[in-house]
C-alpha cells in the first residue's frame, strides 16, 4: 500500500499551446482517484496548485531578456509547487504530480532532491528537455527542466526551492528520446547522461531498457519518474503539444511500468502534457489513468 496524493500543477506557462492547464482534471475525470484507491492505496487529491498569478497559462508568451518565455510566471509557479511536493514528503506520502506542461518538474524535483541526497530520475520523453536559457531554440522552459535541475542557465530557476543545482548527470536516465535539439546533443555526449533513445528501444525492447536504466540508478537513495505523454507514440496519445511520431506503444508502456512499480526505490513521479483540447474524445487523459495504475502496481493477472 502507498500513500499517495496527487497534486494537480496545471502550469501551461512553459510552452504557448492553450488547453494543458486542463490536463489535471481531464485525468481526474477519467477515474484517477477512485482506480488508485481499488488498488488498495490510500489516495488524497490535494487538488491544483496556483501561484500568485490570476491564470496558469498567457495568451501572449512574452519574452524576458534572456529569452525565457514567461520567466517570472514559472518561477513563480516552480516555487508553490515545490512547497506543495515538500510538504506531501514531509507527511510521509508520495507525490504523484499531475499537470501541466513539464516545466513543473523543475518544483516538483527540486522539492525531492532536498529530501534525497543522491536522488536518481527516470525521464520518459520524446524529448531530452534538457535546454537551458544557454541553449533553448525556442525559450520554451517546459524543455528546460533537466538543464535548470543540472544547475545550468538562469539562476533563480536554479535556485527554485535551495541553492545550487538538484541533480548528478550520473543520475539521470532518458528513455524513448526521438527529438533532439543540437545544444541537447552535445550537452548529453559532454556529460555523459545516459539515454536510450527510440532505437535502442526498438533493439532492446522497452523491458530490457527499463531493467538496464534501474540498474544504473541502483546505488540512488530514491528515484523520481518523469512521465511526459508525448513519449508514447501520437497514436497512442493525440492529446499533447508537441507529438513526435515512432513513439512507444501503450503495451510496451505498461510492460515497463509494471517492472518500475516493484522497486522500492520509487519515490516520487509526476505525469505530464496532456491537453485536452488537442484530444480525440478524451483517449489521451483515459490511458494516462492507465499509466498511472501501472505505476502503482496494476497487473494484467
Ligand atoms: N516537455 C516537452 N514536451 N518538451 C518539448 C521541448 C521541445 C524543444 N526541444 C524545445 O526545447 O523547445
Ligand atoms: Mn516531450
Ligand atoms: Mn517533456
Same mark, same amino acid.
Given at each position: ?13 512553459? /510552452?504557448?499551446? +492553450?488547453? =494543458?492547464?486542463?490536463? #489535471?482534471?481531464?485525468?481526474?475525470? @477519467? ?32 519574452? $524576458?531578456?534572456?529569452?525565457? !518565455?514567461?520567466?517570472? &510566471?514559472?518561477?513563480?509557479? @516552480? ?9 506531501? +514528503? ?42 537551458? %536559457?544557454?541553449?533553448? #531554440? %525556442?525559450?520554451? !522552459? ?17 535556485? !527554485? ?8 548527470? &550520473? ?5 524513448? =528520446? ?27 525492447? +522497452? $523491458? ?17 519518474? %518523469?512521465?511526459? =505523454? ?7 496519445? #493525440? ?15 505498461? +510492460? ?36 498511472? &495504475?501501472?505505476?502503482?502496481? /496494476?497487473? /494484467?493477472?
Amino acid at each position: 500500500m502507498v500513500k499517495i496524493d496527487i497534486i494537480g500543477a496545471p502550469t501551461a506557462f512553459g /510552452q504557448p499551446k +492553450l488547453g =494543458v492547464s486542463l490536463g #489535471p482534471d481531464a485525468v481526474r475525470f @477519467s477515474g484517477l482517484e477512485e482506480n488508485l484507491k481499488s488498488l488498495g492505496h490510500d489516495v488524497s487529491d490535494l487538488g491544483n496548485v496556483y501561484g500568485n498569478y490570476k491564470t496558469v497559462y498567457r495568451k501572449d508568451n512574452v519574452k $524576458d531578456g534572456q529569452g525565457l !518565455i514567461n520567466f517570472d &510566471e514559472v518561477r513563480d509557479f @516552480s516555487e508553490h509547487l515545490s512547497q506543495a511536493v515538500d510538504n506531501t +514528503l514531509k507527511n510521509k506520502r508520495f507525490p504523484f504530480v499531475i499537470g501541466g506542461d513539464h516545466s513543473l518538474s523543475i518544483g516538483s524535483v527540486s522539492a525531492v532532491s532536498h529530501h534525497y541526497s543522491n536522488l536518481g530520475v527516470l525521464w520518459i520523453d520524446a524529448h531530452g528537455d534538457i535546454n537551458s %536559457s544557454d541553449t533553448s #531554440p %525556442s525559450g520554451n !522552459i517546459h524543455g528546460m527542466p533537466l538543464g535548470v535541475l543540472l544547475g545550468e542557465g538562469n539562476e533563480a530557476l536554479v535556485n !527554485i526551492n535551495h541553492k545550487g543545482a538538484k541533480l548528478k548527470h &550520473e543520475n539521470i536516465v532518458l528513455v524513448g =528520446v526521438r527529438d533532439l535539439d543540437a545544444g541537447e546533443k552535445a550537452y548529453i555526449k559532454k556529460h555523459g547522461i545516459k539515454c536510450y533513445t527510440m532505437s535502442d528501444v526498438a533493439r532492446l525492447g +522497452l $523491458d530490457t531498457v527499463i531493467t538496464k536504466a534501474l540498474k544504473h540508478l541502483q546505488e540512488c537513495d530514491g528515484i523520481h519518474l %518523469s512521465l511526459d =505523454v508525448d513519449s508514447l507514440d501520437p497514436m497512442e496519445m #493525440p492529446g499533447t503539444g508537441t507529438k513526435v511520431d515512432g513513439g512507444i506503444f501503450l503495451s510496451d508502456m505498461l +510492460l515497463a511500468l509494471n517492472i518500475l512499480s516493484k522497486t522500492e526505490q520509487l519515490v516520487s513521479a509526476d505525469l505530464v502534457e496532456v491537453n485536452p483540447l488537442l484530444d480525440n474524445r478524451n483517449k489521451t487523459a483515459v490511458k494516462a489513468v492507465t499509466l498511472a &495504475e501501472y505505476i502503482f502496481g /496494476q497487473s /494484467q493477472i
